[in-house]
């Protein structure tokens, strides 16, 4: 491991410690609460390979199976901008604390697999891009068991949606696309997009705990 990114996983491995001290003094939600409230999110997290327009073109991430705290996470960066994407951002604008809590919870609920602890096998060239970037580190050996419950559980996610992410944290100066976090940053700028790409199409094939649980057509 180079010494740059030696010092990005100290880093993330002391904010985690601080970050899963905070956990407990987060709002639990209510799932039942949290299902009255998922009309706005259900129109595309709520249909199976729904895909994204704009701004860019990708499969909607599956966020059933997330962990509370991620999904918490991620509102909250959506509504500060630390994360551009306009439908998210006026979404996440729009809920109190206790929304997103009980939003998560329900999500969170949906959760009903383990993922195995050892992932399929990645071919030489892929392992040692996910081992130049630490992936392990932070998401778990599995990529479904991360350091910190504010991280996702990436695998099975999609692979379009898995790389639009990955280079988001490349994006400097564009209004509706970019996502600011000085870790992620720093280990995605040592990617091509090939790369990228390399290394989404693989964890897009790990088991998983990600799923997409279906809207009912009687909501």
């Known amino acids: 491991m180079n010494p740059t990114l030696s010092t990005i996983v100290r880093t993330v491995v002391a904010a985690a410690t601080l970050s899963a001290a905070a956990v407990t003094a987060q709002a639990q939600g209510n799932v039942e609460a949290g299902r009255q409230k998922a009309d706005m999110c259900m129109g595309c997290h709520g ?18 199976g997330q962990s509370a705290q991620y999904i918490v996470a991620s509102l909250n960066a959506y509504k500060k901008g630390d994360r551009k994407h306009p439908s998210m951002r006026g979404i996440a604008g729009s809920l109190s604390e206790e929304d997103m809590a009980d939003l998560a ?20 060239e892929v392992a040692a891009l996910l081992e130049r970037g630490a ?46 976090n000085a870790i992620m940053s720093g280990i995605s700028r040592q990617f091509t997009p090939a790369e990228m790409r390399q290394m989404a199409r693989y964890l897009s094939t790990v088991e998983g705990e990600l799923r997409t649980v279906p809207q009912s057509r009687f909501r």
Request: charged content about 15%.
């Open 105 to 124: 919870a329900f999500y969170a609920s949906h959760a009903n697999t383990k993922a195995p602890d050892t992932p399929r096998t990645a071919s030489v």
């Open 47 to 64: 249909i199976p390979g729904y895909q994204n327009s704009f701004p860019e073109v990708h499969k909607v991430p599956m966020i059933s």
């Open 135 to 180: 992936c392990a580190s932070c998401h778990g050996a599995n990529f479904s068991t991360p350091i910190d419950p504010s991280y996702p559980k990436i695998g099975g996610q999609h692979a379009d949606y898995l790389f639009v992410a990955l280079r988001s944290y490349t994006v400097d100066r564009n209004n509706v696309i970019g996502r600011n």
